[in-house]
């Protein structure tokens, strides 16, 4: 088995409440210096055999359509070593 790494983050555009939030709480927490946070998600997609183009290719498909809303999110497909 290959496992295929999907990352989902919201577009820089879109508003990110809970990262905001979390931003905020650092300093009062004592982590000084963290001028952002972004939220995003994490997905492990374990294929059968080797990872070629077209599983690459059926992971995307994947990604666009069921793990990633494409209007307010951007994703990145990745082959985890």
């Known amino acids: 088995m290959a ?7 919201l577009k820089p555009e879109i508003l990110d409440p809970q990262g905001q ?3 905020g709480a650092c ?3 004592g ?5 952002q946070v972004r939220q ?3 997905f492990e997609v374990e294929v059968e055999g080797e990872v070629d183009d077209a599983k690459l290719a059926d992971v995307r498909r994947l990604a666009e359509t069921v793990l990633a809303n494409t209007v307010i999110e951007d994703f ?6």
């Open 21 to 23: 939030a979390i931003a």
């Open 76 to 81: 990145e497909v990745r082959v985890d070593a």
């Open 31 to 35: 982590f000084e210096g963290v001028a």
């Open 27 to 29: 300093s009062r927490l």
């Open 40 to 42: 995003g998600k994490r």
């Open 3 to 9: 496992r295929v790494v999907v990352d989902v983050m």
